[in-house]
């Protein structure tokens, strides 16, 4: 019986694409994916996974093929989500849809087709929680805005901010992961990496807008009906640090 | 600064808040875009939604509505905007992505023809001007010329007339300068001018679209003696005959002292009474039920204790237990715990393989409540025996004793007394005809 291995790979989804065609090659499940910079030390003979485009790009060709373009569109956005162990479980999915074809989609009583539908909709409602309560703030030439989201939302809500604010020079800066995405008026636009950003300090005629929609915020409660509980869940408390009308620091 | 707040408190007691109903991507080159789901900005200490910079263009109101903040006889401060100032707010509120659009409403100044002209001046500053292509929800005016309600009508993506009272005579009691008429005729107007509008953009190409995210309207609840069934056969009526797409419910919040008209200021406000009443909105427009099945002559109120889908289900045990791998959408839809959501997935997952239990829980059904009402391949899980109803409603109910006790003092304002704490020591029985025949 073949011994169990764990696969290291780079933590990118082309990464990903190579493990998934070493386990094939190798005929057996691994006992677990990490990607290279996760600390924890394991007792199981690690295999290092070389990123190789070519090789990915095959795979990438072959979900949709085999399988079908839905498995395909759930396996790309399943990982930018945060969840557990996303490795392992995408790629049973995977194994699911070749055995199955394109009804592994449908299968939602499977375990990990559950899991996976689960964490899409935890990705598609915080990336929609995002597009609500995401603020910008007007630094003259631009508009720049931070989030601290748990998946990797940017690249799902980056397409609704180019169209709705495509007069605007903006930028998004997410935190957790750190990178970003910037839009220039007249088109051009893309993701780039930083650890930190710095935003200019606020103009006078900002602070006057930011402090007209803390005024608009605090006044349109009815008094009557104050209900903090329902407010907390509609909008998480999580989301409040990043949003102009909770800031009260230097008011 | 002043102005904002005083038009903001002014506006909030109209509930319409939704940003939906109509999907517009943006134009390159002009600031904005509506998308059909809603995208609800934030979240106000009440709980309610805040998705629109909902103003009034001015509170100084020439009619005289009893319930009203507004009214001409109240003692409140007025103000009013200019069009180049709501223009300037609207904008760059929506470019911070504090907003979806904007929420025009207004008192009547001087004579509804008037307000509409300004409230005209501004949508066309913001739309011709600024270029604005995002939400613009506006009320019409009760009263004005109807060619004045048509031009709004090109320039917003929602237009509402509030109904404001559930019937003629509270109406004529409260509001005298509105009557009945005035308010159904912008309504119908828009219905027409959308119906007409929806022929044009077929046969032509760039033709104006005309409020394009449909009409709706909002009625007080609370403030007069309607009954429950009342209000909820006249939301039925009003989405058959004016093609509506909601139907808001305020509860009344007392703003007025000593008014013979109306309940005191002390009052609380009938919450639970408007949550059954979005419940049961939900029921007529998403789960296809009647209005005469919700309430009918012999209930004309809402059971405060269970909501009406589970109050139906209890009261129709006939159609119950249901097989979830053979029944029909329809009847799934009527199952307390299952919502329109999980009937979806029912319906899809139970095409490629059989359902049980397990499967049920996955695909997100309320089991606590929905098993005592299906089986899966032809077994039950309900704890309890189902022939008895009363047992059911008491399983399923959602709320202890205490809530119920304290919701039923609320309901309608009406005295309900607390109920009475059991002690060692109350006189029984025996000793009550003990103190009568001298013993004790």
Same mark, same amino acid.
């Given at each position: 019986m073949a011994q169990g291995v764990v696969y290291r790979y780079d933590g990118s989804f082309s990464g990903f694409l190579c493990c998934v065609a070493q386990c094939f090659f190798d005929k057996a499940l691994p006992l677990g994916i990490e990607p290279l910079d996760e600390p924890q030390a394991t007792l199981f003979p690690v295999r290092e996974i070389v990123t190789e485009e070519a090789l990915a790009d095959r795979v990438a060709r072959s979900v949709p093929q085999k399988i079908s373009p839905e498995v395909w569109d759930m396996a790309r956005r399943g990982f930018l989500t945060c969840m557990e162990e996303k490795e392992m479980r995408l790629l049973r999915f995977l194994l699911l849809g070749y055995k199955e074809g394109g009804r592994a989609a449908r299968l939602a009583v499977n375990s990990d087709v559950d899991a996976v539908n689960k964490a899409l909709l935890y990705l598609k409602n915080e990336a929609h929680y995002h597009v609500e309560f995401l603020r910008f703030a007007d630094y003259g030439d631009f508009l720049g805005a931070t989030i601290t989201p748990n998946n990797t939302v940017l690249p799902l809500i980056a397409p609704h901010f180019c169209e709705r604010f495509n007069t605007e020079n903006f930028m998004i800066y997410e935190k957790t992961h750190q990178f970003g995405f910037f839009h220039r008026r007249g088109g051009q636009r893309g993701f780039f990496q930083a650890d930190r950003i710095d935003f200019p300090a606020h103009t006078p005629e900002e602070e006057c807008f930011q402090a007209l929609w803390k005024r608009y915020y605090d006044t349109a409660a009815v008094e009557g009906r104050i209900n903090p509980k329902l407010r907390r869940g509609n909008m998480p408390m999580r989301y409040w640090q990043n949003m102009t009308e909770f800031q009260r620091v230097g008011k | 600064m002043e102005k904002l707040e005083v038009l903001t408190d002014a506006a909030k @007691? &109209? !509930?319409?808040c939704t940003s939906s109903g109509v999907d517009r991507p943006a134009v390159p080159g002009r600031l904005g875009s509506a998308v059909k789901a809603g995208i609800c900005h934030s979240f106000a200490a009440d709980g309610r939604c805040i998705s629109l910079l909902k103003v009034l263009l001015s509170n100084d109101c020439a009619f005289d509505c009893a319930y009203c903040v507004n009214r001409r006889t109240a003692d409140s401060p007025r103000a009013t905007f200019t069009p180049e100032e709501l223009c300037r707010l609207t904008i760059e509120f929506y470019r911070r992505n504090y907003i979806e659009g904007l929420f025009l409403s207004s008192a009547v100044v001087k004579n509804p023809d008037y307000t509409c002209e300004l409230m005209l001046q501004t949508l066309r500053m913001l739309r011709e001007k600024e270029k604005f292509w995002g939400y613009v929800h506006v009320k019409a005016i009760p009263g004005a010329d109807p060619l004045l309600t048509q031009r709004l009508g090109f320039y917003a993506d929602r237009m509402s007339v509030n109904i404001e009272l559930p019937s003629q005579k509270s109406l004529s009691l409260l509001? *005298?300068?509105?009557s009945k008429e005035k308010i159904l005729k912008p309504m119908g107007q828009i219905r027409d001018g959308i119906q007409e509008n929806a022929h044009d953009l077929a046969v032509y190409r760039g033709a104006p679209r005309f409020v394009p995210a449909g009409q709706s309207t909002q009625m007080i609840i609370g403030a007069t003696p309607e009954s429950d069934r009342q209000i909820l056969n006249l939301t039925e009526g009003l989405y058959k005959k004016y093609s509506l797409k909601r139907v808001f419910f305020s509860a009344y919040m007392p703003v007025v002292e000593n008014s013979s008209l109306l309940p005191a200021r002390s009052t609380p406000p009938p919450l639970l009474r408007e949550h059954r009443l979005y419940q049961a909105d939900w029921l007529l427009r998403? @789960?296809?039920?009647?209005a005469g099945e919700i309430l009918d002559d012999a209930h004309? &109120?809402?059971? *405060? +204790? +269970?909501d009406p889908k589970c109050n139906w289900a209890v009261n129709h045990m006939e159609h119950f237990p249901l097989e979830i791998n053979k029944a029909p959408y329809e009847m799934l839809l009527r !199952? *307390?715990?299952?919502?329109v959501k999980s009937a979806m997935r029912i319906r899809s997952a139970r095409r490629y393989c059989q359902l049980d239990f397990e499967g049920l829980k996955k695909l997100g059904v309320v089991l606590k409540r929905a098993r005592y009402f299906i089986t899966c391949k032809g077994k039950s899980i309900s704890p309890l025996p189902m022939d008895n109803p009363a047992v059911i409603a008491g399983a399923i109910s959602e709320r202890g004793f205490a809530q119920n006790a304290a919701s039923l003092q609320s309901w309608q304002g009406e005295a309900f007394s607390a109920p009475e704490q059991l002690s060692l020591f109350a006189p029984t029985p025996v000793d009550k005809v003990q103190r009568l025949t001298g013993q004790i």
């Open positions: - | @007691y &109209d !509930v319409a509001a *005298p300068q509105k998403f @789960y296809g039920f009647a004309p &109120d809402f059971n *405060p +204790l +269970l !199952v *307390p715990g299952i919502g």
